[in-house]
Nanobody, 129 residues
Framework: EVQLVESGGGLVQVGGSLRLSCAASGFAFDDYAIGWFRQAPGKEREGVSYFSSSDDSTYYAESVKGRFTISSDNVKNTVYLQMNSLKPEDTAVYYC??????????????????????WGQGTQVTVSS
């Protein structure tokens, strides 16, 4: 059974930090890219960050560059999103998703546009001012 399980969300004050985890199971981790997405109430879902273990490529949305860092533990099949200097506009439900590297040519310019086959249930991040 394919599973993506996010954890690590919570309530934090402006300027604080959180580390989200995405634990993957049930599929060949090295054959998939992992994307972090978020959706705030009343807004469209947006891509936050991307990681591919095939070539260690990482991409970030402009709004989080310099504040968020994506990393992976390939032994644990887990991808992390370290979020620092959090702002109220970072408040959203954060989802991780797995995309098949064999059928999608993810790149820095369009990684958010391709299909992601598997999605987690999401974890709430709330940044209070």
């Amino acid at each position: 059974e394919v599973q993506l399980v996010e954890s690590g969300g919570g309530l934090v004050q402006v300027g604080g930090s959180l580390r989200l985890s995405c634990a993957a199971s049930g599929f060949a981790f090295d054959d998939y890219a992992i994307g972090w997405f978020r959706q705030a109430p009343g807004k469209e879902r947006e891509g936050v960050s991307y990681f591919s273990s095939s070539d260690d490529s990482t991409y970030y949305a402009e709004s989080v560059k310099g504040r968020f860092t994506i990393s992976s533990d390939n032994v644990k099949n887990t991808v992390y999103l370290q979020m620092n200097s959090l702002k109220p506009e970072d408040t959203a439900v954060y989802y991780c998703a797995a995309g098949d590297l064999l059928t999608n040519a993810y790149s820095e310019y369009d990684w958010t546009e391709y299909e992601y086959a598997y999605w987690g249930q999401g974890t709430q991040v709330t940044v209070s001012s």
